[in-house]
C-alpha cells in the first residue's frame, strides 16, 4: 500500500483521553475517505473528505468523533474522551479527482487504536 | 442493515486447484464491484473490479463475475497458491458523486500447500 500513510500505526489510550489518527493521501489525491474495522467486522465507512470540505460525514458517529483535511498537512481523525468501544483499526483510503464513480481506492496500513 | 454479504467466513483450497469466492448485495443502485486483498496488520489492497454494464472482468489468475439479476458476484482464483491466503472483501459502490464503498465482512482464504 504504497503511497497513503498513516501514522502512528498503534495508538494506546486510556478512557477518556483524546485519539488523534493521521493521514497522508497519495500523491495527486485530493479526496480522503476514512473507514473503520472492528474485531470480526468488514469495514464500515465513516467520513469522506476533500481539502477543507467533508463532502459526507454519514458513518461517523454524532459525538466525540470528528475529521478535517486542511489546505496544507495531513487529513485527521480525532476522537474525544475516547472509550473502550473506540477500539478498532482506522484506514485511511485515498482516490485522485475524478467524476462520479469508477475508481478503486487505495488503503494504508491503518491504525489500530487500543482503548485501556 | 448488510447491503453486501459474504456469508463464507472462511474457505480452505488445495494449492494448485480453483477458489471460489461469493458475495451478495441488496442494493440494486450499486453499480461498480471491487474485490480487496487483505493481509494482517496491512491495509486492503485492490485486486479486481467490475463495472455493472459487464458481467465478467479477467486479470492474470484472477475472474470476477457478476450477476445482476442475482444480484450475486464471484471471485474466481486459479490456480490457487499458497500467497493467496488472506481475507478477500467485497465491495460496492452506488455511482454517486462520493464513491463511497460499502464492503462485506470478509472471507479468509486458506490455500494449502
Known amino acids: 500500500n504504497a503511497g497513503v500513510m498513516q501514522n502512528p500505526r498503534h495508538l494506546v489510550r486510556r478512557r477518556g483521553q483524546e485519539a488523534r489518527l493521521r493521514c497522508s493521501p497519495m500523491?495527486?489525491?485530493?479526496?480522503v475517505y476514512w473507514y473503520r474495522q472492528l474485531p470480526e467486522e468488514g469495514l464500515k465507512f465513516m467520513v469522506y473528505?476533500?481539502?477543507?470540505?467533508?463532502?459526507?460525514e454519514s458513518g461517523m458517529p454524532k459525538e466525540r468523533f470528528s475529521a478535517e483535511f486542511p489546505k496544507e498537512g495531513p487529513s485527521i481523525l480525532r476522537i474525544q474522551q475516547v472509550v473502550r468501544g473506540d477500539s478498532a483499526a482506522y484506514f485511511c483510503?485515498?482516490?485522485?479527482?475524478?467524476?462520479?464513480?469508477?475508481?478503486?481506492?487505495?488503503f494504508g496500513n491503518g491504525t489500530r487504536l487500543t482503548v485501556t | 442493515d448488510q447491503q453486501v454479504k459474504q456469508n463464507s467466513p472462511s474457505l480452505s483450497v488445495q494449492e494448485g486447484r480453483i477458489s471460489i469466492l461469493n458475495c451478495d448485495y441488496t442494493?440494486?443502485?450499486?453499480?461498480?464491484f471491487l474485490w480487496y486483498k487483505k493481509y494482517p496488520a496491512e491495509g486492503p489492497t485492490f485486486l479486481i473490479s467490475?463495472?455493472?454494464?459487464?458481467d465478467k472482468n479477467e486479470d492474470g489468475r484472477f475472474t470476477v463475475f457478476l450477476n445482476k439479476s442475482a444480484k450475486h458476484l464471484s471471485l474466481h482464483i486459479v490456480p490457487s497458491q499458497p500467497g493467496d491466503s488472506a481475507v478477500y472483501f467485497c465491495?460496492?459502490?452506488?455511482?454517486?458523486?462520493?464513491?463511497?464503498?460499502?464492503f462485506g465482512t470478509g472471507t479468509l482464504l486458506a490455500v494449502q500447500p
Open positions: 483510503a485515498s482516490s485522485p479527482q475524478r467524476e462520479g464513480s469508477g475508481s478503486p481506492l487505495h
Open positions: 442494493n440494486s443502485m450499486f453499480d461498480y
Open positions: 500523491k495527486g489525491h485530493s479526496h
Open positions: 467490475i463495472s455493472s454494464i459487464k
Open positions: 473528505l476533500q481539502k477543507e470540505n467533508i463532502i459526507d
Open positions: 465491495a460496492a459502490s452506488d455511482g454517486g458523486a462520493t464513491n463511497k464503498l460499502i
